[in-house]
């Protein structure tokens, strides 16, 4: 069965009909030749996939694609809009943030999901209370622990995970400043 | 002696060239490539582990909507047999594994392809099987050679004569689980049959390798193939040999000529078609008098491999290497099971056999009542005691000081369960690292003076993550003597000039002495007056020290392990590698490729296990859930420093490879700590909470 649904990505409306059996991530690499999610698992166990979904990282590969007609959604190509690239972008190429890149679009989303939900108070299992993180500005300072544990839904089999949480680390004091 | 290259770019931690189109997301990999009207093939898999296809029902997938074609092992493309039985899939009803491939959907989409593959159904006529691997078994053989092509069993002087007259001694099973390389990037392979040949899109390790594996199969000549691979997403080993999927892809393209056909692995599915790395049992024995200095080193392994196609993983070697001792002996047995095709992962032989010999070092060190760092301090050897031959340059005991000294080593209580902090049972340990330069000669490199002054290189290298985009880029400025900027690499293509594969940490090696000899060739022949257009390739030749000289790298890593004393739960808060490896060319990838083995090593001491279930001959754990790899939040601080190394002997660059030593030794480190931090003795891995409480 087939259903036609529109998706903005990237900024771009696309308008497509998909077999409504299409998880998100096929319909933008299949269909959509959008490649910057990738596919590591498609069980929702890797990461490689995540996206901004509406404004949320979400996990393209357990998302069917019918069940999103209308969405907007930021791929790493897409996250520095008219800019070449976004902070998260250079502070990975500063910190060396990976290494065969396969992992890395879906950092990057992940970890400006993860800034916007610190930002938003959102409490983590290392730290209970948001507020226990807030540097004296009000804003949340993430530390490298809080930056593991809410960065965990990535894997990275090259082992960057240092270099990754230096890198979010990086980005994150930047906007607490 | 060879002239050492004169660093200039070389030694800056130039970011990755590839850098921004990697975190963008815009590098395509190889399923990625863009094609015209692709066609999908899911593999169908056997799912009885030993026996015979009787006959398979593929009416309800055929009949279904957007299937083009099933094919079985009666209708598939002839291949050629009698060159690797992994390879030679549909070509026999023979079924010797679970999860063999006996079959594909080929379909219009994605989606149909996996519903259809889900609809053919199979009769088989099963025969009882063994998976089981023990040292037990009286049918253990003894391989010809093991990986490489290095010597089966190796012996000199009396190691048991030796055991008994020692005044100290360790003799002592250990063993390693089952692991799977599982890169990131599934394996996947887009290809394309027309009147020009065979074209594969292929996320491998080694586009010249994979030709060279599949043409014989495929009865092509291999001018009439061409492997594309540009990015590619880690492999670890398992990429750098070709596996069944890459001939399955060809026989479906092969079936639907002047079509693309595209087939990426499922994650589950490379559990059994990807390679893994064989479980060892090691019987390792120590003997060492009453100052330390060792009498004796044994290692006899036990490890298995497939009934159908031999992979003997070289776990005696690093016991035949590391330490001074006059009586040595390492031998190993297989057992050839009705299992998955073993093969390379990272620092195959020296991953696993430093750990049995490593840990057993620790417990010597504990019988001597000396320090472990000390201990192995006073068996370096003078020369290498495998070959008799000087070491090119061999820096282990720097290194395990300068770790000492950066890690703190000397705060460290000399009794175990010394110290518990907030509930939490703390110790340190360590384990040496080594790992071998390996060469291959045949490289071949093209350098080309470009219309606008910039040098074009040439090499069908293949950059799966380690840097090798950036750091060929600084190897080729410097030996033309130019500035970074005015290089320009082609990389990953059959079309290139012919390079092995990334593997056995030989890349810059090999890669980038082709590239020297071309840059130097080419200086030679145009000196000044090269213009547009002139071009040059070279072939490097046989390292003719290679026979003088023991090459090898030697590290030393420390590891601060926590262990609950509730829960067991074991924590590594601190890792520490200090290596002698050559020549660094790029820190900043360097210190990557360090900590990434470091971290797959920790995932190796403290979660990996595929768990194998003897009734049905396979991988119960076969997904990323249950498979668990090192994830963020179970790395805390791992740091890599380097000594410097000059040695002239090893190539131009005076590299030694840096891929894989990462790997050698984290777990025994981690080991060794968790026994300091609790005084329980864990021989067995992975080092998990279970194995503290009693
Ligand atoms: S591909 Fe979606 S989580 Fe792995
Ligand atoms: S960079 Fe390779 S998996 Fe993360």
Redesign the interface.
Known sequence: MEAEITLTVDGARRTLAV?T??TLL?AL??RL?V?????????G??G?CTVLLDGRRATTCLALAVAHDGARIT???G??GTD??HPL?QA???H?G????????GQ?CSAAGVLDEAERGWPSAVTANITDITDTAGAPALD?GE???R??G????????????AAVAAVAEGRSR | MTELLRPRSMGQARERVDGAAKVTGRARYAFEQPVERPAYVHPVQATIARGRVRTMHTGDAAALDGVLTVLTPDNAPLLATGHDPELEILQSPEVAFRGQLIGAVIAETPETARQAAGLVRADYERQPHDVTLSPERDDLYRPDVVNPSLPTDTGQGDVDAALRAAEHTVAATYTTAMYHNNPMEPHATVALWDEGGLTLHDSTQGVHAMREAVAPVLGLDKERIRVIARYVGGGFGSKGTAHAHIVLAALAAKRMPGRPVKLALTRQQMFSLAGYRTPTIQRVRLAADAAGRLTAIGNDVVEQTSRIKEFAEQTGVPARTTYAAPNRRTTHRLAALDVPVPSWMRAPGECPGMFGPEVAMDELAEDCGLDPVELRVRNEPETDPDTGLPFSSRDLVGCLHEGARRFGWQRRERAPRSRIEDGWWTGTGVASSTYPVHSAPGTSATVRLGRDGSFEVLIGAVDIGTGAWTILTQIAADALGVPAEDVHLHLGDTDLPQAPVAGGSSGTTNWGTAIVEAARSFREKYGADAGPGDELIATVPANPHSDRFAMRAFGAQFAEVRVHAATGEVRVPRLLGVFAAGRIVNPRTARSQFIGGMTMGLSMALHEDSVFDERFGFVVNHDLAEYHIAACADVESIEAQWLDEHDPYVNPMGTKGIGEIGIVGTAAAIANAAYHATGVRIRDLPVTADKFLD
């Open positions: 077999d059996r299409v096929d690499r299949e030749g490649t910057s999610p990738k596919k590591g698992c498609g069980h166990q890797c490689a791929t790493s190509a996250l520095a070449e690239l972008h990975f190429l500063d060396d990976f290494q065969c890149g396969y992992c890395t679009p990057i490298a930056i593991r544990e960065m965990s990535n894997l990275c089999r090259c082992g960057a995970y240092p270099n990754i949480v």
